[in-house]
């Protein structure tokens, strides 16, 4: 349940790997500082806010998680639920959120629930990402642009209502910072894979605008200085009025955390050769947001870009990872100073590009041309997730999967009825069923595919399409995995009609599930043990001597 890998990792540990680890974490350290601000900033909080998440949540997430080579800090993909939840509850209720997320992460490891995520249907994770790679780059058109508006309001349609009114106030010198880093980010990956982007731009687009004195707001003209050391850790009052008000918000925090830091995870997984702990990385990730809370900071999860420029670099273990930490808390404390000299132009630049990446819009334009139920779904969880709500994406685009699921399940599932000879495509437990002769006045019924609420009705169609009522019926199960218990109670009112007509009954075939699910419910003890067999042959044996009793 809770095994790090980073003591698995030390046990056969060297000192090649180790400089290899230090390497790659203080470059993966330098990428993290702008994506740590500009997250911070985008979501509706203070620059400071990011690196302590940075500094925190990343060194608990490598050193306690459940992946060798997982980047842990803030992301992207709260920058959504983190700007809605500081509009409507305040700083202080973003921190009892991200505390209380990080409470339900943990439980959710111990539970095991870790596996959970692999059944979030593909289509649903598309939709939200891409939604929120939409709100993202909307969120960032006022510093792109530079333009003056004093309040930017949080819904999509009245936010692009205002950017529009405002055009007028573009910042041509603005402008060109953005596109300035932009292109910088697009370039450097063509000349070097090792160098970051995001890195080269933040440095030569921060000279650029300090050299030309060129008129854009930087991050000390907005925030004013950075802190110079970490915060001391604290809590604001939390009370049950206040638990149960924030338990929405923080129950999104936990379950987004838990998608985005276990899909990294199988990224890396796939990079490097390796498998992860699920549930260990969950406790992990949980701890990880209770200790960014009482620093003050914000939510936290696997950074799936971090995460492979780690790996490209050589990182190799969770060293790594705390390495980063490290590096990031060495420049707050020593270069912070410079940091203020960012212009926001160059940060807005670097998350136009983080929201393309995150767009997906290769896996959206693959789902729309593939799968017309996908389709639906995809464009559903997408529409809700940029004009109403995440949490409501999530729910409504998992429904209409679940539905989805249900609708291809029962068009799967087929029971068809044999009352003279078995069709010569068919094949038998024993021999080829055409060697079966069926008696007259008796019906074989053969179901296809789990025996479930969606096929259940199946029963009562066959039996109104039959003409003459048989004396015996066989239900062939070879084919039927499981049944629910809307399928047993089908099975059931299937028996007390045959029973109520003077029909015997008999069941041929069962796994080992239905035949569990029949014993519980005493439908076995009814049918009775002398009609249920193994193979076609036994139940038509048995159907004989039904039909000729001596």
Known sequence: MFSPKLFTCLKNYSKEQFMSDCVSGVIVGVVAIPLAIAFAIASGVTPDKGLFTAIIAGFIISAIGGSRVQIGGPTGAFVVIVYGIVQKYGVDGLIVATLMGGVILMIMGFAKLGTAVKFIPHSVIVGFTSGIAVIIFSSQIKDLMGLSIDKVPAEFIGKWRVFIENMGTVNLDAVILSVMTILIIAIVPKLSRRVPGALVALIVV??????????????????????????????????????????????????????????????????????????????????????????????????????????????????????????????????????????????????????????????????????????????????????????????????????????????????????????????????????????????????????????????????????????????????????????????RSFYNKCKSSNIKLIITGLHVQPLNEMIKSNLYDLIGEENVFGSMKESLARANEMMNPK
């Open 206 to 491: 921060s000279s650029v605008a300090a050299f030309f004195h060129m008129n854009a707001e930087t991050i000390g003209s907005r925030f004013g200085d950075l802190p110079h050391t970490l915060p001391v850790p604290h809590l604001p009052r939390i009370g049950i009025a206040r638990v149960r008000e924030l338990f929405h918000p923080a129950m999104t925090i936990a379950i987004l955390g838990a998608i985005e830091s276990l899909l990294s995870a199988i990224v890396a997984d796939g990079m490097i050769g390796g498998k992860h702990r699920s549930n260990t990385e969950l406790i992990a990730q949980g701890a990880a947001n209770i200790g960014s809370a009482l620093f003050g900071g914000i939510p936290a999860t696997g950074a799936i870009a971090r995460t492979v420029t780690n790996v490209k670099n050589g990182g190799r273990t969770p060293v790594a990872g705390m390495v980063h930490a490290i590096t990031v808390l060495v420049i707050m404390l020593f270069l912070g100073a410079w940091i203020k000299f960012v212009p926001l132009a160059c940060l807005a630049g670097i998350l136009v590009v983080v929201a393309y990446h995150m767009s997906e819009w290769r896996s959206f334009c693959q789902v729309i041309k593939w799968s017309q139920g996908g389709s639906l779904v995809l464009v559903s969880t997408f529409l809700l997730t940029v004009f109403v709500d995440l949490n409501v994406a999530i729910e409504i685009g998992m429904i209409l999967a679940m539905f989805l699921f249900m609708k291809r399940m029962s068009d799967a599932a087929i029971v068809k009825t044999y009352a003279k000879d078995l069709e010569d495509d068919e094949t038998g437990d024993d021999y080829p069923l055409p060697k079966f002769s069926i008696p007259a006045g008796v019906e074989v019924y053969e179901i296809n595919g789990p025996l479930f609420f969606g096929v259940a009705n199946s029963f009562d169609e066959i039996d109104r399409q039959v003409g003459a009522r048989p004396k015996v019926r066989i239900l062939r199960f070879k084919d039927v995995p499981i049944i629910d218990s809307t399928g047993m109670q089908a099975l």
